[in-house]
């Protein structure tokens, strides 16, 4: 199991540009119940790292322990040279989009935004003049008088966004803000968070379980599950190499196939082909694409594969067929769509797209 | 002003003068009490410091006083009589606030949670002024009823706030299910509101065995207990007062204790929902 | 939910009991007031207005009230400085131990008004527990004589009673505020007494209105305290009712200041209602 700093090591966007927040080796236990193990991570200036896991899997504890509402149990947190996790978190240049938006009842939209602002007793023209700014950017100067109650889910999470990017801090954090939503609301409010953190140009952490949310927003994930991190890489990486089980069944679908190499043939049932693996127990992930229909002959070098169709998902786009292989494999492939899948049908995959990855222990 | 230290909002450290304010306030609220139940085993009486002479001397009395276990009777009975009333007509009133619509119904809900907040001495007047011109002779009757009119809104308001924490969907499974309105009621609805009901009578019971203020004017010959000790008040202090007053500090103890593991027993720490009326729990009004 | 037979089974009951009971006495009351006491001890049916004049002319009385209303100010005052900080304590800072420190303060409720009225009674005495102690430790060498009978005693033993009745609808909306709200407010860069008195505060108001309504309404009815702990001095409106229904037998009189103390209370209760209303935002 490799070492949580070396699963930090995400490459491209991260290593090209400064580090604004580590997070060093952080645990986090109430208690007995230990929720973070850990946890070392590095947030890029200007980046969109996503936090993605399960309910449970501390996601949202390690939100709270940077913007200060918990304390790490060990570890550090250091941001611009500095301790941040001995700054109170009215002090830290963090600021935070509730999950619930967190709006106060009591004040008007433009009060709330401008709330931060008036508490570091700014000249109020000054205050004005950002909050105005703000709203526009989100695009609700409109309901600048109106209390949060009378404003719709998508609006008050807008305002709970103006009201933390008024303040221009260094680390936005974002807890789960668009799973109130629906599923409309959602996807555009994905394309217009990524594209207003590529205008402000800080970083953000955004906390979801939603992987496809993950996926298309965010510029690296780190995949957490049960306190510790399984894998930290840029989305196209985290897909096409995941690095354990759990993150290839995580992500997307996947075909897991268990075999064993011997003497430079890889076995797995009834299949089997060359392989640079070292001999013994080998767990790979297939996607679903990789795995195409055979209409003619096999092509050089790939696998052949038959199965029974068991069942069809109808995905608008694509269709995911699960099939029963002679040996009792159950596998998914995903084709395009057609009325006549029936019966047992001929496939082929290039045993290059079948990615190794390490099993993921039970832990407790 | 420092009102909250520590950057964990899990462990609040409160602090100093706050903790020392509700140290303060705390032993305010309990010096009386405490003070009345040293003295009622102080021999020298009520008043001297300090106190000496350890005795149950005047528990003795207490016992053997029969003036006083007369009124003891008369107010166990009247509270009785006064749970069955309020609920009587406190349940139905719940459930007509909750869920039918009529005319007058904002005057009706008014009306019924007014003795709650108004001053007792308003509510007895009023109704000593209606059984003048009915000529009724005043007795432990006219007690009786006055209690139960006052101590409807208790009823009310705590069967209220169970109908609130009802889930509608299990009434409505039970009709989708085939049961009838009255099966329903009988076989979903109260059941659920049982524990409302409990608390209301253990409520209102303590409630009456404490009344005074409206007991005061329709009184006849008849007396309860608070209005025993009352009239002898009027002609001096013993210590025999003291110690009925520890009798009755220990029992309301009971009761409350009771009270308060009943509801948190059945949904976790009791929430007070301002539904009607903020203060479910109404001291003897003056 | 119900049927019309059985909503009719279910509103008839209490509203008759309402009308007969709450309704009519309140407007007998009204009559009352305006009715007149005949030499031969009988309640004349006549209508006339002398008893309001007499009310608003004769000084003793609207003296009375007014201090009356004093005292229940000062009640009000005290027993919202002793609960409010008791309620946010409770609510904010007392953690696991929440629930047993509510217990606390909900039993002295439960106990009898007239014992916890005696006891300050036998406490504040010439020869009562404060006294003997103060000059057992030589503090003082006579019995501090304003202790008893007097206003500072109506008000000490009332603001006893309603500290706890100001705690509760205070405590109650405290307690319904949202704690992510408060960590909003931190996050915005607030400190702790800034997102107090911006946040917490406003939130917590219509507890606060409450709370003071009723210990207002209920300390200005009063009769039994100061009945046993006012002295002359201390003599509420409650008191000058009372005496009219018994030895100076003038209901009439008594029923119009009666009905002078129900509509300040009900109006009292209406510009608290809406007070409440405009500053609770959930």
Known sequence: MATSEQLAQGTDVASTRSTLLEVRKVAKSFGKNVVLRDISLAVAEGEFLTILGESGSGKTTLLRIIAGFESATSGELWMGGQRLDALPPYKRRVNTVFQHYALFPHLTVEQ??????????????????????????????????????????????????????????????????????????????????????????????????DQEEAMVMSDRIALLRMGQLEQVATPREIYSRPATAYTAQFIGHTNLLRGEVCEGLLRCGSLSWRTTLPAGPALLSLRPEDIHVAEMGAGAGMVRLQGKLQQRAFHGATELLRLEGSDGLIFSVRTGTREDWQGVLDFEFDPADAVPVRASAERD | MELLVSNDPRKRRPSGWLWVHALLVFGFLYLPIVVLVIY??????????????????????????????????????????????????????????????????????????????????????????????????????????????????????????????????????????????????????????????????????????????????????????????????????????????????????????????????????????????????????? | MFSRAYRTLVTVPPLLWVAVFLLLPYILMFCYSFWSVSPAQGIVHSWTIENYRQLFSIQVYWQTLLRSMWIAVRVTFFSLLLGYPLAYFLSFCAGARKDLYYQL???????????????????????????????????????????????????????????????????????HIP????????????????????????????????????????????????????????????????????????????????????????????????????????
């Not at chain 1, 260094?170 to 994905?190: G, H, I, K, V």
């Not at chain 2, 109260?190 to 409630?207: D, V």
């Not at chain 3, 500072?152 to 009332?158: D, E, H, I, S, Y």
């Open chain 1, 112 to 209: 709330n935004v401008g709330y931060g602002l008036r508490v570091e007793r700014l000249p109020e023209s000054e205050t004005a003049a950002r909050v105005e700014q703000a709203l526009k950017q989100v695009k609700m100067a409109i309901h600048a008088k109106a209390k949060p109650s009378r404003i719709s889910g998508g609006q008050q999470q807008r305002v709970a966004l103006a009201r933390a990017l008024v303040k221009r801090p260094q680390l936005l954090l974002l807890d789960e803000p668009l799973s109130a939503l629906d599923a409309n609301l959602r996807r555009q409010m994905q394309v217009e968070l990524k594209s207003l953190q590529r205008e402000v140009g800080i970083s953000f952490v955004f906390v979801t379980h």
């Open chain 2, 40 to 286: 009622s085993f102080n021999g020298a009486g009520v008043g001297g410091f300090p106190p000496r002479d350890l005795t149950l001397s005047w528990y003795r009395i207490l016992f053997g006083d029969q003036a006083i276990w007369d009124s003891v009777v008369n107010s166990l009975g009247v509270a009785a009589a006064a749970v069955a009333i309020a609920l009587a007509l406190g349940i139905p009133a719940a459930l007509a606030l909750d869920r039918a619509q009529f005319p007058g119904k904002a005057l009706f809900r008014r009306l019924v949670l007014l003795p709650l907040i108004l001053p007792g001495i308003i509510t007895g007047l009023s109704l000593l002024m209606l059984f003048n011109e009915a000529h009724t002779k005043l007795s432990l009757l006219t007690i009786i009823l006055g209690h139960g009119t006052a101590l409807i809104s208790v009823a009310t308001t705590e069967v209220f706030a169970g109908l609130q924490k009802l889930d509608r969907a299990q009434e409505e499974a039970s009709l989708d299910l085939g049961a009838t309105y009255w099966q329903t009621f009988v076989q979903v609805t109260l059941p659920n509101l049982k524990l409302s009901i409990i608390g209301a009578a253990l409520l209102i019971f303590t409630l009456s065995m404490d009344e005074i203020a409206v007991s005061f004017f329709l009184i006849g010959r008849d007396n309860t207990l608070p209005l025993e000790i009352w009239g002898r008040l009027r002609r001096g202090i013993t210590p025999e007062i003291n110690a009925v007053s520890t009798i009755i500090f220990i029992f309301s103890l009971g009761a409350i204790v009771l009270w308060y593991r009943l509801r948190a027993g059945a949904e976790g720490s009791p929430e007070i929902t301002p539904e009607l009326i903020e203060p479910e729990v109404q001291g003897a009004q003056s």
């Open chain 3, 105 to 175: 303060v909900i039993i002295p409720l439960w106990v009898s008004y007239l014992v916890r009225a005696y006891a300050w009674k036998t406490i504040l005495g010439s020869e009562g527990v404060l006294n003997t102690l103060l000059q057992y430790v030589h503090l003082t060498r006579h019995p501090l004589e304003f202790l008893l009978y007097s206003p500072f005693a109506v008000v000490l033993t009332l603001t006893h009673i309603y500290t706890s009745f100001t705690f509760l609808p205070i405590y109650a909306s405290l307690e």
């Open chain 3, 179 to 282: 704690r992510n709200l408060v960590e909003a407010s931190n996050d915005l860069g607030a400190s702790p007494a800034q997102t107090f008195w911006r946040v917490i505060f406003p939130l917590s108001i219509p507890g606060v209105l409450a709370g003071a309504t009723f210990a207002f309404v209920l300390s200005l009815g009063d009769f039994l305290a100061p009945l046993l702990l006012g002295g002359p001095s201390g003599i509420m409106i409650s008191n000058i009712v009372v005496s009219l229904f018994g030895a100076a037998y003038n209901w009439p009189l008594g029923a119009a200041i009666s009905l002078c103390m129900l509509v300040l209370v009900v109006s009292l209760l209406f510009v608290s209602e809406r007070l409440e209303k405009k500053w609770s935002f959930s």
